[in-house]
Nanobody
Framework: QMQLVESGGGLVQAGASLRLSCAASGRTFSSYVMGWFRQAPGKEREFVAQISKNGGSTHYADSVKGRFTISRENAKNTLYLDMNNLKSEDTAVYYC???????????????WGQGTQVTVSS
């Protein structure tokens, strides 16, 4: 089993920045593709960003492209999501995800974190 623990969420104003972290344990972190999802109230969970096992390749949802940056430090077993120019529509619970092959498709995710709340006030 892999344990994923998110941190860094909070309440910010529109236009602000926030960094989310996800600490992994229990499995070899560098063996997994990692990603972030989010779920807003009353909506389905949606893909946000993915990063390859060595960090050399990333993929973003159109809604966050140019504002969010996903990164990882395999030596620290940690995944990050830097969020800039936050908007009210970014308000959601953000989840860390690990997959053997991909996480763009939520069905392919092997492990989920418990989530961290991000609230953006306008």
């Amino acid at each position: 089993q892999m344990q994923l623990v998110e941190s860094g969420g909070g309440l910010v104003q529109a236009g602000a920045s926030l960094r989310l972290s996800c600490a992994a344990s229990g499995r070899t972190f560098s063996s997994y593709v990692m990603g972030w999802f989010r779920q807003a109230p009353g909506k389905e969970r949606e893909f946000v960003a993915q990063i390859s096992k060595n960090g050399g390749s990333t993929h973003y949802a159109d809604s966050v492209k140019g504002r969010f940056t996903i990164s990882r430090e395999n030596a620290k077993n940690t995944l990050y999501l830097d969020m800039n120019n936050l908007k009210s529509e970014d308000t959601a619970v953000y989840y860390c995800a690990a997959g053997w092959v991909t996480v763009v498709n939520g069905a392919a995710v092997n492990y989920w974190g418990q989530g961290t709340q991000v609230t953006v006030s306008s």
